[in-house]
């Protein structure tokens, strides 16, 4: 099976803190053609890096709000901590390569065409 992922980055702001969506595409396999959706990509409220949130559904429970997990390990939790990693280094690749082209268009460069390299790799 293999998968690519999608980094949606957050425009407005808002709420405070979230950084980007993400989603899980899958491009071969039993589930090609479908995409998991719901994941985000946070700033850390202390401030010491980024963290993600995975898809889940609220639920009320004698009126306490909870939230049923929609992707979870079948033995080992640890599982989860590899798509935590995948997602956060899709992203830091995503933002490194807008540096790139943001510093190439401060230079003088044009920025279309350091984006298109940074595609390209």
Known sequence: MSIEVKILRNEQGR???KLADAEIHFNGGELA?????GFAIW???DGTGRTVSFPSRPFIVHG?????????????????NHVRGL????????DGRLRAVAQDADRGGRADD??????AQ
């Open 33 to 37: 053609g479908l995409k998991l959706v």
């Open 87 to 94: 997602l956060l280094h899709a992203y830091e690749t995503q």
């Open 114 to 119: 350091a984006g298109k390299q940074g595609a």
């Open 15 to 17: 709420p405070a803190g």
């Open 43 to 45: 700033e850390r409220r």
């Open 64 to 80: 306490d709000r909870k939230n049923f997990s929609l992707l979870r390990a079948i033995n080992d939790p640890n599982a989860q």
